[in-house]
């Protein structure tokens, strides 16, 4: 099996309306290693009896101008030793870095992506680099072929037209069902915000906007996911928004389902 290298990324330099995302990686740890549960996925393979998972800790980042470099670059030294790399955010905005080396070691991927955003925004507030930006500049830059967004449910004129513009398959959240989310062919990166669901499962987040997935039509639609998946992130996680760590515990569920898929 693929080995998984956990990698945190304590930035929110990028954020609009309400920091805080940076304080997430250690508050998912905290859950994921917690007593209060155990490692096993629920297809059955467990954190460190069949899913060998690394944590690196956390990145040195500055929220300066490098710090897109240094991601970069710890998400391809993870691929140079044959490791998948699950990324905890901090910001939406760490997906382009990130994508930037899986792309490079992949060529162009499928992207799944779970959000109640489309994060196309040619220039958000006049950040290019925002957390709103993202999937802008990874389409623009060709490293996507496909991509596929679940839970949205805030799409404006301009993401809108950027949809278009980028051949975007949007899974519509009114009348959702897992099985509304098309076959997906390899390689496949995963982006998980956490205001794709909705806020009754997951209220730590910057961004509550109500009608979002549940925590089990999340895990339904990555669990039909059948096609090779090459890296993961979970992103947006805002601890001071949060309500008895009810958000930490979901994302590490997520932790323990992705790194699942990512070590098939």
């Given at each position: 099996m693929t080995?998984?290298?956990?990698?945190?990324?304590?930035?929110d330099v990028n954020s609009s309306f309400v920091r805080g995302a940076a304080a997430a990686p250690?508050?998912?740890?905290?859950?994921?290693?917690?007593?209060?549960?155990?490692?096993?996925?629920?297809?059955?393979?467990?954190i460190g009896r069949?899913?060998?998972?690394?944590?690196?800790?956390?990145?040195?980042?500055?929220e300066g101008r490098g710090d897109a470099a240094i991601i970069t670059a710890a998400v391809a030294a993870a691929l140079a030793a044959s490791a998948a790399p699950l990324l905890l955010g901090g910001d939406h905005s760490?997906?382009?870095?990130?994508?930037?080396?899986?792309?490079?070691?992949?060529?162009?991927?499928?992207?799944?992506?779970?959000?109640?955003?489309?994060?196309?925004?040619?220039?958000?507030?006049?950040?290019?680099?925002?957390?709103?930006?993202?999937?802008?500049?990874?389409?623009?830059?060709?490293?996507?072929r496909r991509l596929v967004q679940v839970g949205i449910r805030t799409l404006n004129d301009h993401c809108r037209a950027q949809a278009a513009r980028f051949g975007v398959e949007i899974v519509p959240m009114r009348d959702f069902t897992p099985d509304a989310v098309p076959?997906?062919?390899?390689?496949?990166?995963?982006?998980?915000?956490?205001?794709g669901l909705d806020p009754a499962f997951a209220?730590?987040?910057?961004?509550?906007?109500?009608?979002?997935?549940?925590t089990r039509q999340l895990l339904d639609v990555l669990a039909r996911?059948?096609?090779?998946?090459?890296?993961?992130?979970?992103?947006?996680?805002?601890?001071?928004?949060?309500?008895?760590?009810?958000?930490?515990?979901?994302?590490?569920?997520?932790?323990?389902?992705?790194?699942?898929l990512l070590a098939r």
């Open positions: 080995a998984v290298r956990l990698i945190g990324l304590p930035t250690a508050r998912i740890r905290a859950q994921l290693f917690s007593p209060h549960s155990n490692l096993a996925s629920e297809g059955g393979g467990e069949d899913i060998a998972l690394t944590d690196a800790g956390d990145l040195a980042l500055t760490v997906t382009f870095p990130i994508v930037t080396a899986i792309a490079a070691h992949h060529g162009p991927v499928t992207i799944l992506h779970f959000d109640a955003h489309s994060d196309l925004y040619d220039d958000f507030e006049g950040n290019p680099a925002s957390h709103a930006s993202p999937f802008a500049r990874i389409m623009e830059a060709g490293m996507a076959r997906l062919d390899g390689p496949v990166y995963v982006s998980v915000d956490l205001d209220p730590g987040v910057a961004h509550h906007e109500p009608g979002g997935l549940s996911v059948d096609a090779p998946v090459v890296g993961a992130d979970i992103v947006e996680y805002n601890p001071g928004r949060d309500i008895n760590d009810m958000t930490a515990v979901v994302a590490a569920k997520l932790v323990k389902e992705l790194a699942a």
